[in-house]
């Protein structure tokens, strides 16, 4: 099996060589790799250039349209049925693909495979999902979980082009939590395998793709409206929307949270 990993890129110079390498070094190198560059406006271009490797290829988009787009762009081009992700400021640990590979063979109706990863903000490292979580609840029919969590992020992911075509891949009207709005979707339409293994380290440098909280504030009301009924079936409705309001009133954002969320579900609702 051959796969297809996209990587967006928007002013990443000092990031984007890591990231793509990462991929470029992998066990399994069966793979194309293509770079969608957002409109950057400093080196990337050149440093992107500068990487010789026959299975790279390198999009250079002349304005900036946002992560999705990029993603969603890099998918139309893409030659083989498995595709996946990874963030320009993010690194593959050098046995991913292979470890994930492996659970495509042993669960073939997988519409998405997923990892865990390390986050690395500043001097403060944790797991992802927590280690809390039990395997059972993180691999198979996971949808439940993930309706309270968001714990797959785009660069842990591995799954069929024709999954991600016909659940109509990344929503390009959310400013943020893109990934966890196309995880859920995905775990509607199937099973969710998991490497319980730790195969990424994603990193926070700056402004970076969900680093605005304003945006993951808009993002998380724009989730609740859209899994509402999900959610009340659950049972966990509200008490989503008391920790959204608990999260934001610790921010002192909480009046804007509270009307952006009227407007998501007034939205949702067709007012």
């Known amino acids: ?10 002013n990443r110079a000092a990031t984007i060589r890591h990231s793509i390498e990462s991929v470029l070094e992998q066990t399994y190198d069966k793979l194309e790799v293509i770079v ?3 409109g950057s406006e400093d080196e ?11 299975r790279l290829r390198y999009i250079q988009l002349k304005e900036n349209g946002g992560v999705s787009k990029a993603r969603n762009y890099g998918v139309s081009l893409a030659e083989y049925e498995l595709i996946a992700f990874q963030d320009s400021d993010d690194v593959w640990r050098p046995d991913k ?3 994930q590979i492996k659970l495509f063979e042993k669960y073939p109706d997988s519409a998405m495979v997923y ?33 309270q969590n968001n714990s797959i992020g785009a660069p ?32 509607k ?30 993002a998380r009301c724009r989730i609740i409206a859209e899994y509402m009924e999900d959610m009340q079936k659950y049972g966990i409705f509200d008490r989503l929307i008391a920790d959204l309001f608990a999260d934001a009133e610790k921010n002192e954002v909480l009046e804007y949270v509270k009307n952006t969320l009227i407007l998501a579900l007034a939205e949702k609702k067709g007012v």
């Open 1 to 10: 099996m051959f796969v297809s990993v996209i990587i967006p890129t928007y």
């Open 36 to 38: 969608v560059d957002d």
């Open 44 to 54: 990337s271009g050149e440093i992107i250039r500068g990487i010789a490797d026959d």
């Open 97 to 99: 693909l292979e470890k």
């Open 115 to 147: 990892c865990a990863y390390e986050f690395h903000n500043n001097e403060t490292v944790y797991r992802v999902p927590s280690e809390k979580y039990p395997k059972e609840i993180l691999d198979g029919e996971i949808y439940p979980y993930l309706l």
């Open 156 to 187: 842990t992911l591995l799954m069929r082009k024709t999954c991600f075509e016909s659940i109509g891949g990344f929503d390009t009207a959310y400013p943020a939590l893109e990934d966890w709005d196309l995880a859920l979707k995905a775990a």
């Open 189 to 218: 339409a199937g099973r969710i395998s998991f490497a319980d293994e730790v195969l990424l380290d994603a990193y926070r440098y700056g402004e970076g793709v969900s680093s605005s909280y304003i945006n993951h504030y808009k």
